[in-house]
């Protein structure tokens, strides 16, 4: 029996986007996980749910697949009812995150989309192979994307946040990203 969307807690009145409890596709917050790559590209992946073994046997999504010269990325809404959430009672976001990808240190991102514009807002982040990692990336982190890369614009205005990504990019590599917790912080 699936939920009514009523019956989700928004994320901005938990800081909790996803914990995984769910049953996938479906986040905390009663929005779907989807798998998207580069279409340019001969990327290729998919994202899904499964256990962990070394992280408490939560549950975690999982990205994995091989780049291109492009990305791959897994996405969701931040409300289920298509409106953007404001969220700036909080600092940041926080993911719990690990790669078993071939790379020692990969190269990740988070994009948030906002109301304000086509383009997303983009925080790095580098994370070590084996390893979960809680990665905070506080909304002055996150910088405008344009056709040439980001800005030095940081988001300043997190009223308006509509979805979330979170993305490898990179030149053929295996990819092989999970998460296990994803919030926003105070």
Same mark, same amino acid.
């Given at each position: 029996?699936?939920?009514?969307?009523?019956?989700?807690?928004?994320? $901005? =009145?938990?800081? /909790? +986007?996803?914990?995984?409890? %769910?049953?996938?596709?479906?986040?905390?917050?009663?929005? !779907?996980?989807?798998?998207?790559?580069?279409?340019?590209?001969?990327?290729?992946?998919?994202?899904?749910?499964?256990?962990?073994?070394?992280?408490?046997?939560?549950?975690?999504?999982?990205?994995?697949?091989?780049?291109?010269?492009?990305?791959?990325?897994?996405?969701?809404?931040?409300?289920?009812?298509?409106?953007?959430?404001?969220?700036?009672?909080?600092?940041? $976001? =926080?993911?719990? /995150? +690990?790669?078993?990808?071939? %790379?020692?240190?990969?190269?990740?991102?988070?994009?948030? !989309?906002?109301?304000?514009?086509?383009?997303?807002?983009?925080?790095?982040?580098?994370?070590?192979?084996?390893?979960?990692?809680?990665?905070?990336?506080?909304?002055?982190?996150?910088?405008?994307?344009?056709?040439?890369?980001?800005?030095?614009?940081?988001?300043?205005?997190?009223?308006?946040?509509?979805?979330?990504?979170?993305?490898?990019?990179?030149?053929?590599?295996?990819?092989?990203?999970? +998460?296990?917790?994803?919030?926003?912080?105070?």
């Amino acid at each position: 029996m699936r939920k009514l969307p009523s019956a989700f807690k928004s994320c $901005v =009145e938990s800081g /909790v +986007l996803d914990d995984m409890t %769910e049953a996938f596709p479906f986040s905390t917050c009663g929005t !779907k996980w989807v798998g998207k790559s580069d279409m340019a590209s001969m990327s290729s992946g998919s994202v899904s749910r499964e256990q962990s073994k070394g992280n408490n046997n939560n549950n975690m999504n999982v990205l994995r697949g091989f780049l291109q010269k492009g990305f791959l990325q897994m996405t969701t809404d931040l409300a289920n009812t298509g409106q953007p959430v404001d969220a700036t009672r909080f600092a940041g $976001v =926080e993911l719990q /995150v +690990l790669t078993n990808g071939p %790379e020692d240190a990969c190269p990740f991102h988070v994009d948030l !989309k906002t109301n304000n514009g086509p383009r997303p807002y983009r925080a790095s982040f580098a994370l070590q192979r084996g390893e979960w990692h809680t990665v905070r990336l506080p909304w002055s982190q996150f910088l405008a994307t344009s056709s040439s890369g980001t800005t030095d614009n940081s988001l300043k205005d997190a009223s308006q946040l509509q979805r979330i990504g979170i993305i490898a990019t990179g030149n053929d590599r295996k990819v092989h990203l999970a +998460l296990s917790n994803l919030r926003f912080y105070k």
